[in-house]
């Protein structure tokens, strides 16, 4: 599945991310060369933590492939819905359990790169927690046999001011076949910590607890 449009319009929103933004909101990149060693044509899934609302383009201005990021419903139908529905975009009603993740899965099947982020919201948390991970990104690797490229992304970019936010790829890996589910996203998560942790965040928080269903409404839910 291949969505022409979608794949047209992110082709001709990259050379702008890559110049024009990464111009205005500079962010110092930490081990693009992680990215750069993949196959060109392999299907990869990008999980990045979510600190603010300049994170997917930000992945877009450090990544020379389309993205087809996983998007809340209420995106594609908002004020700009017309613009955000002809970026290749999954379509994903958070309070529907494993919606977006079949379309998701056929990028996958094709050679895409789907980009998502497990925490699912910017809210409840300050830039350097960690809300708990849902599962998707660790269902779509099982399910395809695509890698999981994980991105830590530090702090808020600023105009002009380079030192505000630092954006760190890990090393892609496969899941652990052995471990369950939920083990294997707290693995996930352990990965974007330690990318964090390694890159200069002191101290970095895990908010206890399971993902709320729909995590920009409400918080995760205590056990």
């Not at 979510?50 to 020379?64: V, Y």
């Not at 490229?149 to 970019?157: E, M, N, Q, S």
């Not at 630092?166 to 589910?181: M, S, V």
């Not at 330690?194 to 920009?216: H, S």
Request: proline share 8%; glycine share 8%; hydrophobic share 40%.
């Amino acid at each position: 599945m291949s969505d022409h449009h979608g794949d047209l319009l992110m082709t001709c929103l990259r050379p702008l991310a890559h110049s024009i933004y990464r111009l205005i909101f500079p962010a110092k990149t930490v081990g693009l060369d992680n990215y750069r060693r993949l196959p060109a044509d392999q299907p990869l899934i990008v999980v990045a933590n979510h600190p603010g609302h300049h994170d997917p383009i930000l992945l877009i201005s450090r990544i020379n492939r389309n993205l087809h990021f996983l998007a809340k419903t209420e995106l594609l139908d908002g004020h700009f819905g017309w613009f955000f529905s002809r970026l290749g975009l999954v379509r994903v009603n958070r309070d529907k359990h494993g919606s977006g993740l079949e379309q998701a899965k056929r990028y996958l099947m094709d050679g895409h790169i789907i980009a998502l982020f497990p925490e699912g919201t910017i809210k409840f948390k300050t830039v350097n927690q960690l809300l708990p991970f849902k599962h998707g990104a660790v269902k779509l690797a099982n399910a395809t046999g695509a890698p999981i490229l994980p991105v830590a992304i530090i702090g808020r970019p600023r105009p002009f001011w380079f030192r505000r936010c630092k954006i760190c790829f890990g090393q892609a890996y496969h899941p652990n076949e052995q471990l369950d589910i939920d083990q294997e996203t707290t693995r996930l998560q352990e990965k974007i910590l330690e990318l964090m942790k390694a890159n200069g965040v002191g101290n970095v928080e895990i908010i206890p607890g399971k993902p709320a269903q729909n995590p920009g409404k409400e918080p995760p839910k205590q056990v």
